[in-house]
């Protein structure tokens, strides 16, 4: 019976390792380019709350490193930079209101993201989400930041 448990925690040991090679995880690439921020506060509140997932300067925790969580930010982070990079930003369009009205309804950042006091930088007090609404509306228009396909596309808007 013991020696069938030790069998069992090698066995995991083994699977847990090899997860670990598995080469999906978050990297990033330079920064192309950002919007003109329209203060310093603004660029400061958005690299606290939205760089994590919507940017090329991803910062994770050494743990969030570790797989299988490390696949799930992965996937997370890939989904957040293709609705959103504020790394690679091309002149033109114009598309705050998205951004702004996620902020005020509360979507964003989302909840989790600060659970268990954790990337409290990202917990904004309600002047800082104030300040952060009113300062990307300043920012982003004139700015496309999202995935450019989609706009192209525009599938996924006709929702009649
Ligand atoms: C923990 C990761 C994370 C953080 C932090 C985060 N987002 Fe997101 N965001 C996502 C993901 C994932 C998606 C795409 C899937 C979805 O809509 O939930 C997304 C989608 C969006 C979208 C597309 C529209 C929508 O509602 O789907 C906008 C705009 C957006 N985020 C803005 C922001 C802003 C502004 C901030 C900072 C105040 C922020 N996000 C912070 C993960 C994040």
Known sequence: MKRRLVFVAIGLA???GVMQLVPYRVSNSPVKQEPT???GRTRQLA????FDCHSNQVNTYSWEKIAPLSWWIK???DSGRSSLNLSECTQGGGESDDAVET???GSMPPG???WFGLHSSA???SAEKDELAAGLQATLSGWNCGDDDEDEDEDED???
Request: net charge negative.
């Open 14 to 16: 083994a699977i847990f």
């Open 37 to 39: 921020w329209d203060s």
């Open 47 to 50: 690299v606290a709350a939205c």
């Open 75 to 77: 996937g997370h982070v």
């Open 103 to 105: 902020i005020r309804e």
């Open 112 to 114: 989790y993201f600060t």
């Open 123 to 125: 917990k904004l007090t």
């Open 158 to 160: 006709e929702d009649d």
